[in-house]
């Protein structure tokens, strides 16, 4: 199938379109930067995620990736633009209404009738009452008869996004007419996993409900891994204990830091701010948001005043195998430790180049090891794997013997003080 990826080199969009054209579609990823499409075309990823480089180059060479400016006909037009966050939690879809208006301007002239695909994260009723009606009056066209809508949520967690890609739990097809939910469940014929076909609106939910659930399931753990450290007990026998319960399953249950990135923070606020304006106080939300800020206050104040302190921070990325700080917990923890007066000396495998333009005025080390010579405190944010690898050695370079760890990473002999463990 043809399929145009409009913001096909955003995160989403590009991963989205490598795993098409993998699949021998015909994919083309719009964007209004021609360089940024020119560096796609000579084999250079426009997002940062593991292993896409190498696919990029196959379906380059296999012609099933191609890029352009303008939407060429398709028969599928997926929208995979952002919906950032607004100062309310709501999201800002001034992408989508453009985007909209774009596709609704670009379809009028065609002879065929495509298939809208909704990709980005929406709130339940965007598609319906956001996307179709500027498309229809942009296109003069009518929803259903004349061009086709689905929305399809994205499920992909970053630096493993093509494998998720490949191999999802499932597929989640809310559709606005049968044909269109025909035509995308074609799509997606050889994927493992359940096919599941919705109403619009029940498709935007699920993609929230399911974000929202995994954070909170973060939040729980969080909880007590906070009491277990009081009582003494080991949060990780406990997770692994209740994960045994096939109703609990074993992910999402790593106590530290608590989460970061482009969607949890994001998608939590946008429901709990849907939920508001719907006239209902959504609480439990309000305590996952509000707990998941709590563990990183509560490794600051473990840490305690460090003002004059020279503190290595190891860990940038909200996650491992990313170079993405967005809403990182350390963010807010460099940044405290900033207007405390501490010295922060950062290092991360990927992710310093991105900190750099958070903070542009704190030292940053080439090595894990160069972080911590001569630091008076040490804090882990981020579980790389090659934290695994620091010895005893090379902590007794530090000044100071605090080393506490948001994420649990380090050799046990290390002896650092675990946030929840
Ligand atoms: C998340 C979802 O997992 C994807 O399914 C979804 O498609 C994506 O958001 C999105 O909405 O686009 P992602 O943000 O890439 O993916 O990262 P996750 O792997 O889910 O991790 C999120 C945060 O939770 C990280 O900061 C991670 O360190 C933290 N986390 C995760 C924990 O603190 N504990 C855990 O047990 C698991």
């Not at 035509?183 to 029940?202: C, E, H, I, N």
């Not at 304006?277 to 939300?285: A, D, H, I, M, V």
């Not at 305590?287 to 503190?311: C, F, I, S, T």
């Not at 090891?369 to 050695?393: G, M, P, R, S, Y």
């Amino acid at each position: 199938m043809r399929i145009a990826i409009v913001g096909g080199t955003g995160y989403v969009g590009f991963c989205t379109g490598l795993g098409f054209a993998s699949k021998r579609h015909d994919v083309v990823l719009i964007d209004l930067n021609a360089k940024k499409l020119a560096g796609v075309r000579e084999g250079r990823c426009p997002v940062y995620e593991p292993g896409a480089a190498e696919i990029l180059r196959k379906v380059l060479d296999q012609g099933n990736l191609t890029t352009a400016t303008i939407i060429p006909e398709a028969d599928i037009i997926l929208l995979a633009v952002g919906t950032p966050s607004l100062p309310d939690g709501g999201i800002n879809v001034t992408q989508i209404k453009k985007v909209s208006e774009t596709i609704g301007s670009t379809i009028k002239t065609w002879n065929t009738s495509p298939v809208i695909v909704v990709k980005s994260t929406v709130v339940p009723g965007t598609t319906e009452t956001v996307v179709k009606p500027i498309v229809e009056s942009t296109s003069g066209k009518h929803a259903g008869t004349d061009f086709g809508l689905v929305m399809n949520p994205e499920f992909l967690r970053e630096g493993v996004a093509l494998k998720d890609f490949l191999n999802p739990d499932r597929i989640v097809i809310g559709e606005y007419d049968k044909r269109s939910g025909d035509l995308v469940a074609t799509l997606y014929k050889d994927f493992p996993g359940t096919l599941m076909r919705t109403s619009l609106a029940a498709a935007e939910m699920i993609k929230y409900a399911n974000n929202a659930f995994l954070a909170t399931k973060i939040s729980f753990i969080n909880e007590i891994g906070n009491l277990c450290k009081r009582l003494g007990i080991d949060i990780d026998e406990v997770a692994k204990g209740i994960a045994l319960d096939k109703r609990i399953a074993p992910h999402f249950l790593q106590s530290g830091v608590g989460y970061g990135g482009s969607c949890f923070p994001k998608d939590v606020a946008a429901l709990a701010s849907l939920a508001k304006q719907n006239g209902y106080e959504p609480k439990l939300l309000n305590e996952v948001m509000a707990l998941n800020k709590r563990q990183r206050r509560l490794l600051l104040d473990r840490l305690g005043p460090m003002k004059g302190k020279r503190v290595a921070v190891l860990g940038l990325a909200f996650k491992p195998n990313t170079d993405d700080v967005r809403e990182s917990p350390a963010i807010d923890i460099i940044g405290d430790l900033v207007n405390q007066g501490a010295s922060v000396v950062a290092y991360d495998p990927q992710a310093m180049i991105t900190m750099k333009q958070v903070f542009p005025n704190i030292l940053y080390a080439q090595t894990a090891k160069e972080a911590l010579q001569t630091a008076d405190a040490c804090v882990v944010l981020t579980d790389w794997n090659e934290f695994k690898e620091l010895t005893i050695e090379d902590f007794t370079q530090m000044h100071g013997t605090q080393i506490i760890e948001g994420r649990r990473i380090l050799k046990p002999e290390i002896n650092a003080d675990g946030l929840c463990w």
